[in-house]
């Protein structure tokens, strides 16, 4: 690229050297309303091509403003370089380097992946199922080699075990390329295809994939059926959506006999089926889209059990029908609607019917027999807990495997005999440097809302951790898209803890912790709700003596950054610091923008403002990009990816030039874009500790912890 003002950024007047953007002016108008946005020539014109090739593409002015501001972090940051390798190194020595996941029956084999000592990337591997030697299907650390970022989506194996699909992204946009190898030879067939979402599912027959591709937009919008040996171009095209905002995704029944077309945005969904044994096959629907109805289909034996919401099953119902009746006049209920009872997901095995369910804010599984139709339940008695149903790569089978952990207690890896009831443990996450869980505690508390409401808390401290007001708190929340934050064990979270920390997740509207209306409660018209759970957490954890006003560091990434940046505005002096990763702060300019990749499939969340003033107005008047005012705010560290497709990077860029232009203190305020990756971070899985690190070393750093 040309240089375009490749200096058009001058020093902020409360640092000798930090960056501020140059004000250009830019005006638009919708409904009659002007809006004046300073920065937004940091947003690429040719931002698809970014997306694809990265900084190479990047105009130079808005590349020599994000170095800037990374130049200006690192500079600000340097006093913590030696505590952020010591976070880094704590971290890693938590993780089981040579690790390895339980290998799961599939045929004659068994399939799993481990690392190796020293490696970032998977291995994946097999093993006869009745004992033998090894076999490495695929080294990722030897396909990383030479690469600034690899990322693999997944893997899958052939139904007849010669041929594996797998799929890359080596810029961080989610832009993946599927491969297809010989899993006789290890060569690599001729099988290219680009610009996919990274899953792929195989035919019945094992000749043909069928995968979903992304258009210039990003969005997933068709379907193909790929046969092995033959150029992408030939290609047939199987389902092809036309609105623009619903997404489709492809997956395969427990049963393998059906491949899923799903098309859903955040509040409607639609599903195909296609015969997984005919190569020919088209698309059938299952039932047409209705506005606000959802609906996911797995089959077994011939019958389709269908989880959904129609007919005022908020929290959800389980229902059957065939695959050869069209409609939902053909719904039969099987599992009732319970308000108050939120049924999550499910599976069909030959013999039993298995779903995921919340009450009262923890998670259980249930599990059917489907000849006898009794019925019984897998949960455990902490006061919380996280629990996740993994399920099987086989249909004819009375086993399921899931996993259980807590704030406090390392992740276990159950096997489950439906039948006798029997439970194995077949692993426990192991903490190579140590961790006793008799040093800690967690709490499930109660907050109370804004408006009454009980906003569920999750606390994780150590015992000897004193309980006067005196301790700094890391809270977390995210609240969006009906999205629950399990309470579940993390390795990092141990590194400010074990530092005086408490940390708290708050479990806020907007999420589904308490039922599907917890999450109708936090968004559109409600999404306020969202914020003052959050603020409400904060000062019920003062209240409670837990921490004090001015001693919480906020943390959320993505829509979660959005709930950062809102409270930043709406309560700036509870926080000492605000963590925003990946943060969504440019709400209302991202909605109007029909061309961003998520921006049409996200209007049922918050709202349409192209179309609707009082949408327009409802997003203005809490969008954090558009609320930031002349005030003094808590010191704040933005992290972005310039290959992001779902937070682009101009939404940080351009909320810390706005903070830069109209806060009235001289709190630290650093931006850190990452020039070479996307949404997720760095690829690698320490890597991304390092990033991590240095999020954690800021908390610990404005919280007078350095030493």
């Given amino acids: 690229m040309s240089n375009q003002n490749a200096s058009s950024f001058t020093k902020a007047a409360f640092s000798s050297d930090a960056p501020r953007a140059e004000q250009r002016d830019h005006r638009t108008s919708n409904h009659g309303i002007e809006m004046t946005d300073d920065y937004a020539w940091l947003r690429a014109d040719n931002w698809q091509e970014v997306m694809h090739k990265g900084r190479d593409v990047l105009p130079d002015d808005i590349e020599a403003y994000l170095e800037a501001e990374n130049g200006y972090t690192n500079k600000e940051m340097a006093d913590t370089e030696a505590l952020q390798a010591a976070l880094f190194e704590e971290m890693k020595g938590r993780i089981k380097e040579d690790d390895s996941s339980v290998p799961s029956p599939d045929g004659p084999y068994a399939y799993n992946s481990r690392f190796v000592q020293g490696g970032q990337y998977p291995l994946i591997v097999r093993t006869p199922r009745e004992g033998g030697d090894e076999t490495i299907l695929f080294d990722g650390n030897k396909e990383a080699e030479g690469q600034a970022f690899f990322r693999l989506a997944a893997t899958a194996h052939s139904p007849d075990h010669r041929k594996m699909a797998w799929a890359v992204d080596t810029k961080g946009s989610e832009y993946f390329t599927i491969r297809v190898r010989d899993l006789e030879t290890g060569t690599e067939l001729e099988d290219h295809l680009e610009e996919t979402t990274g899953g792929a599912v195989w035919s019945a027959d094992s000749t043909h994939l069928y995968y979903t591709w992304l258009d210039e937009n990003h969005r997933p919008c068709k379907v193909f059926r790929h046969k092995i040996g033959t150029p992408q171009s030939a290609d047939d095209l199987i389902y092809e959506e036309s609105d623009a905002g619903f997404f489709v995704g492809i997956g ?94 499910h599976g069909v095995f030959q013999n039993h019917l298995v779903w995921m369910e919340r009450l009262n804010g923890l998670p259980r599984i249930q599990i059917r027999n489907l000849t006898t139709g009794v019925q019984h339940a897998i949960a455990f008695e902490e006061e919380a807990y996280s629990l996740g149903f993994a399920g099987s790569l086989e249909f004819e089978t009375d086993t399921i495997r899931f996993t259980y952990s807590s704030m406090t207690t390392p992740s276990r890896v159950y096997d489950y005999n439906m039948s006798n009831r029997s439970r194995t443990l077949r692993k426990e996450q192991e903490v190579p440097s140590g961790h006793n869980s008799d040093d800690y505690v967690t709490r499930r508390l109660f907050a109370k809302g804004h408006d009454g409401v009980a906003v569920p808390v999750t606390l994780l401290y150590r015992k000897d951790t004193p309980l006067d007001g005196s301790a700094p708190c890391l809270l977390y929340g995210y609240g969006s898209y009906g999205i629950s934050i399990p309470a579940s064990f993390s390795t990092v979270a141990l590194s400010l803890v074990d530092r005086g920390f408490v940390y708290a997740i708050a479990h806020i509207r907007g999420g589904k912790e308490k039922g599907f209306a917890w999450y109708k409660d936090g968004k559109r018209d409600k999404k306020t709700n969202t914020f003052k759970d959050f603020i409400s957490a904060g000062e019920f954890l003062v209240e409670e003596g837990f921490t004090s006003r001015g001693k919480i560091v906020a943390e959320g990434g993505s829509a979660g950054g959005m709930l950062m940046g809102a409270v930043a505005n709406m309560a700036p002096s509870l926080f000492s610091g605000i963590l925003a990763l990946v943060p969504f702060v440019d709400v209302l300019n991202t909605m109007l923008d029909d061309t961003l990749p998520l921006t049409p499939p996200e209007w049922p969340e918050w709202g349409n403002p192209i179309a609707s003033e009082e949408d327009y107005k409802s997003i203005a008047a809490y969008s954090p990009y558009d609320q930031v005012s002349p005030q003094a705010y808590p010191a704040i560290l933005a992290v972005g990816g310039l290959t992001d497709p779902r937070v682009t990077y101009w939404e940080p860029a351009k909320w810390v030039a706005k903070l830069r232009e109209l806060r009235t203190d001289d709190n630290l305020l650093l931006l850190k874009i990452n020039m070479g990756s996307g949404h997720g971070g760095a690829s690698g899985r320490f890597d991304r500790l390092k990033e991590t690190a240095l999020e954690y070393a800021f908390a610990l750093k404005i919280s007078g912890k350095l030493n």
């Fill in 252 to 345: 395969k029944s427990q049963s393998g006999n059906q491949i899923i077309v799903d098309c859903h945005d955040h509040e409607t969904s639609e599903v195909y089926l296609i015969d997984a044994k005919d190569n020919a096959a088209k698309a059938k629907l299952i039932a047409a889209r209705e506005n606000g109805v959802e609906y996911s289909v797995d089959e077994g034996m011939g019958v389709l059990y269908i989880l959904t919401n129609a007919d005022g099953a908020e929290d959800f119902k389980l229902v059957t029908t065939t695959p050869t009746q069209s409609g939902r006049a053909h719904w039969q209920d099987l599992v009732p609607h319970e308000s108050g009872r939120l049924l999550l997901n």
